[in-house]
């Protein structure tokens, strides 16, 4: 029975359909047969905020939508000009990063990413999830930008925007090899994934970690694995992500559990248990996140939330306006990672109560950069003397 049949029908308490309503009326005609998401986050795949037209699947009378192809994982080569991406934002403890891809297979419903896919033209929605681009030229690229004269060193980021270690990089191995240039380089790198790949490099990040020159994150956001799959259908398991981070920090690699994001109502009540699995796996450092729903990942969210939890929607909703100030999202600096408010602050002290107990830092360990080593070549004309 669809959502919109329980609307007719009042299968719904009364002080839920003005919002159910409201999601359905937003979706109606945006949703994609569930034949052909099959294995992906998002229900809608909606025209960008840069589209000038607006695409809308609907039933023409000639069974054409039946005819219409699964989504399926499609890879295009990006060419950038740079490799090292640069942020100023006063609330993220770094300022550059790298991304190998863009776009994400893990098709993690709550990403704040997804609106980025919006500046290829394409959609948040399964787009970002099944059209996706590789960017092969990034190691070489990277070599070049650290051989630079004037480069500076601090750590780099990878993992920030989209995961380095989704199913595409079995093949691609764009990740391996911008940390073979990063090893070389002496270089810093914290690494951020939900991935169970990573531990196919524990060769070079331990080799790092040694030399105080790598640690890794890894989100758990949590340990149902029928939430997982329905809310991150493509990325590891939660099993899976804590043998990761017992691998890495066994092979002697710093490692922080994060809970991330927290969806209040929905994962919320795993907080401590999460800190504790990641503790009992070895992670020495632990964060979260508040969930954030920016431009295009409100609306789906709010269709995926609808979908899988109906009887929830009206207040995991609620509660989520009440730490944006009665908005989906706020994006003001200070407050959108954490939110504001009576449960927001809430969710803070239960971390803070829970990381004391269990001896994790908050902190980030500093890493080192006083053993660079300026890469020579890399595109770069060498002196001749």
């Known amino acids: 029975m669809t959502e919109l049949s ?7 308490a009364p002080a839920h359909t003005a919002d159910i309503a409201d999601a359905l009326v937003q979706t109606s005609g945006l949703r994609i047969e569930i034949d052909r998401r099959r294995g992906r986050g998002a229900g809608l795949n909606p025209s960008g905020r840069f589209e000038e037209g607006r695409r809308e699947v609907f039933d023409d009378g000639w069974q054409t939508i039946e005819e219409l192809e699964p989504f399926r994982t ?33 098709g993690c419903i709550y990403c704040f990413a997804r609106p980025s896919h919006s500046f290829m033209g394409l959609s948040p929605g399964l787009d970002f999830e099944a059209k996706l681009f590789a960017k092969p030229d990034v190691p070489r690229l990277l070599e070049r930008e650290l051989s630079r004269p004037d480069y500076k060193v601090r750590a ?119 800190l504790e699995s990641g503790h009992a796996a070895g992670a020495t450092e632990a964060s979260y996140v508040l969930l954030r729903l920016p431009l295009e990942v409100s609306p789906l969210f709010r269709d995926w939330l ?42 803070g002290r239960r971390f803070e109560m829970a990381t004391k107990r269990l001896g994790l830092g908050r902190r980030g360990m500093h890493l080192r950069d006083d053993l660079f080593i300026r890469p020579n070549g890399g595109g770069i004309q060498l002196s001749l003397l």
């Open 6 to 12: 329980q609307l007719r029908q009042g299968a719904f």
């Open 74 to 106: 499609e890879v295009q080569v990006e060419k950038p000009k740079t490799a090292i991406t640069r942020n100023d934002s006063p609330d993220i403890g770094f300022d550059r990063s790298i991304n190998p891809y863009r776009g994400c297979e893990h």
């Open 156 to 274: 780099i980021a990878i993992g920030t925007n989209t995961d380095p270690y989704q199913p595409i990089e079995r093949e691609w191995r764009i990740m391996r090899q911008i940390l073979e240039v990063l090893q070389k380089a002496n270089h810093p790198v914290v690494i951020v994934t939900k991935s169970a790949l990573v531990m196919r490099d524990i060769d070079i990040l331990s080799d790092m970690a040694s030399k105080g020159l790598a640690k890794v994150g890894i989100s758990v956001t949590t340990l149902d694995r029928k939430l997982a799959r329905t809310m991150e259908p493509r990325a590891s398991t939660p099993a899976k992500r804590l043998e990761a981070i017992k691998a890495l920090s066994d092979a002697g690699i710093p490692t922080a559990i994060m809970a991330s994001p927290i969806i209040p109502a929905l994962n919320d009540h795993e907080i401590e248990r999460i």
């Open 306 to 347: 609808l979908r899988n939890y109906p009887d929830r929607y009206r207040h995991v909703m609620s509660l989520i306006r009440s730490m944006r100030g009665g908005k989906d999202y706020d994006a003001e600096f200070g407050k959108r990672m954490k939110g504001a408010g009576p449960y927001a602050w809430q969710i």
